[in-house]
């Protein structure tokens, strides 16, 4: 009976502690809102649609650009129904990704979310994400990719051998052929060649799906990109059987994914597996793809630079040579031109213009009000483009990262908690590319013409139209 009373006051207790704390947390959300904080200025524009159409029918950074200028570095808008508050200043950034990042969490739309996978990390935040992102973190540690160098050279020097024998071709699209098949390898390591081909034609369904409206109706192609996601998942799950049963051990992002379990002895399911799997494959593809084809661009305008670059990737190309050695690790280190053109490109393309939250509670951030629910983005690409942090912005120059740049002005693979875990693989996979194509091939842009397309990530228009062909130096 003693007890029976015990329980029942302490829950009673614990009912007004609960209570106690809505309560306050109310009152501090209602105190927020009306006393200090104001909204951060900035139109609404019109009733639901907000500034959508200001948005979409000129380039997005003009957008940005012009209500920074009028409004300063926080401004709010409302995109696509949603509320939205901008940030253009590095502590801003800083606040919302690094040291308030609980109270933001990534928002993505869920038709997006169901054509990647709900359990890819990026979708996710706290202990979950933490899990997972520590799983990803260690398959792409510099330790783990620089065994992957021969393997990323014969990819290159494959997807170079075929341009040279082709005509026009776009750039672009030829990068993500080089992109998907180093997260091929970084993923499964060798995988057999009809897996692979499986994989690619449903990644491009799956891909082509991606930008079209979300209808989920037999013949769209968002219909399709849902189907040809579900035949990717039964292809994971073929190499998974195929690994179980041969008790194939792999060191590679795959093997990590099966050997993991959490404190309580669980492994991770084959959703999980599947869904951070294509996440992956997702982050990597078009990023890439879209850095290299500007750096090929930036190189092409500035054939000074290029010679410059060609001097450095020459000389290791002649040791080489000499020594009938193949690219070490040590050499991808010690590239500095080449290094500080991939920097340079990185700001310049600002291929990650801006990125998503949502603040999960009201905020204040330097006395304004970040309502709860509203979208928040910090814009990666003003920051980069603005002339207090960046002298002559506008002005391709890689010599300017000779100094690091200040604190929180350069962050071309994000911060904080959802920062780019396959930064390094990027770089490597982009440094061995450029160290054939400079010493061993030449590129012609065709057309010259300029412009930006979004896809959604920026490209040169046309993906950079050029031929390739084999030189010898
Ligand atoms: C030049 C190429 C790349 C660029 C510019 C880039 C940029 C970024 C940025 C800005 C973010 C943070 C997004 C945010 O905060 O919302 C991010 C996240 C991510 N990136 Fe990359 N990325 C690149 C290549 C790669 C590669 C090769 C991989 C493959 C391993 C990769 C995997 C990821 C993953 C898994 C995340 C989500 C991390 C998380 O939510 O914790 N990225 N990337």
């Known amino acids: 009976m003693a007890g029976f009373w015990f329980l029942a006051i302490s829950s009673f207790f614990f009912c007004l502690l609960l209570?106690?704390?809505?309560?306050?947390?109310?009152?501090?959300?209602?105190?927020?809102?009306?006393?200090?904080?104001?909204?951060?200025?900035?139109?609404?524009?019109?009733?639901?649609?907000?500034?959508?159409?200001q948005l979409y029918s000129q380039d997005p950074n003009v957008f940005f650009t012009s209500k920074?200028?009028?409004?300063?570095?926080?401004?709010?808008?409302?995109?696509?129904?949603?509320?939205?508050v901008m940030l253009a200043s590095p502590e801003a950034a800083r606040f919302v990704l690094v040291t308030h990042a609980r109270m933001f969490k990534p928002t993505y739309p869920k038709s997006k979310e169901r054509l990647i996978g709900p359990s890819a990390l990026f979708f996710h935040q706290g202990d979950y994400h933490f899990y997972i992102?520590?799983?990803?973190?260690?398959?792409?540690?510099?330790?783990?990719?620089?065994?992957?160098?021969?393997?990323?050279?014969?990819?290159?020097?494959?997807?170079?051998?075929?341009?040279?024998?082709?005509?026009?071709?776009?750039?672009?699209?030829?990068?993500?052929?080089f992109a998907f098949d180093v997260g091929i390898l970084a993923i499964f390591g060798h995988l057999e060649c009809s897996y692979k081909e499986m994989l690619k034609h449903n990644y491009n369904i799956v891909d082509k799906g991606y930008n079209f409206f979300p209808m989920n109706l037999p013949g769209t192609s968002y219909h399709r990109a849902l189907m040809a996601r579900k035949r990717l998942k039964t292809t994971v799950s073929e190499i998974i059987r195929e690994r179980r049963e041969k008790s194939i051990l792999k060191t590679d992002f795959l093997g990590h994914l099966l050997d993991v379990k959490d404190d309580k002895g669980r492994v991770l399911t084959q959703e999980q597996i599947a869904d951070n799997i294509i996440g992956v494959l997702f982050a990597a593809q078009d990023t890439t793809a879209s850095c290299l084809t500007w750096i090929l661009k930036y190189l092409h305008d500035n054939q000074k630079l290029l010679e410059a670059v060609k001097d450095e990737q020459r000389a290791i190309y002649e040791e080489n040579s000499r020594e009938k050695k193949s690219l070490t690790w040590g050499q991808t280190r010690n590239m500095p031109l080449t290094h500080k053109v991939i920097l340079e490109s990185l700001r310049m393309a600002s291929i990650i213009s801006f990125t998503f939250r949502e603040a999960v509670d009201d905020v204040e951030y330097k006395?304004?009000?970040?309502?709860?629910?509203?979208?928040?983005?910090?814009?990666?690409?003003?920051?980069?483009?603005?002339?207090?942090?960046?002298?002559?912005?506008?002005?391709?120059?890689p010599?300017?990262?000779?100094?690091?740049?200040?604190?929180?002005?350069?962050?071309?693979?994000?911060?904080?908690?959802h920062a780019c875990p396959g930064n390094?693989?990027?770089?490597?996979?982009?440094?061995?590319?450029?160290h054939?194509?400079?010493?061993?091939?030449r590129w012609e842009v065709v057309g010259g013409e300029e412009g930006i397309e979004y896809g959604p990530f920026p490209i040169p228009r046309n993906g950079l139209l050029a031929t390739f062909r084999q030189h010898s130096l």
């Open 133 to 177: 992102r520590k799983l990803v973190q260690s398959s792409f540690f510099p330790e783990t990719i620089r065994k992957l160098i021969p393997d990323i050279e014969h990819i290159a020097l494959s997807s170079l051998q075929s341009l040279a024998n082709m005509p026009i071709v776009s750039t672009y699209q030829e990068m993500k052929k």
């Open 399 to 417: 010599s300017r990262f000779e100094v690091n740049p200040k604190p929180n002005t350069f962050m071309p693979f994000g911060s904080g908690v």
């Open 424 to 434: 390094e693989l990027a770089k490597i996979q982009i440094l061995i590319y450029l």
């Open 68 to 84: 920074q200028k009028r409004y300063g570095e926080i401004f709010k808008t409302r995109i696509l129904g949603y509320p939205c």
């Open 367 to 397: 006395g304004y009000l970040i309502p709860k629910g509203w979208k928040v983005m910090p814009l990666f690409r003003n920051i980069h483009h603005n002339p207090k942090y960046f002298s002559n912005p506008e002005v391709f120059d």
């Open 436 to 441: 054939h194509l400079i010493s061993k091939f």
């Open 19 to 53: 209570v106690r704390m809505a309560v306050s947390k109310n009152n501090k959300r209602k105190k927020m809102r009306d006393s200090r904080c104001k909204l951060p200025p900035g139109s609404m524009g019109w009733p639901y649609l907000g500034e959508t159409l």
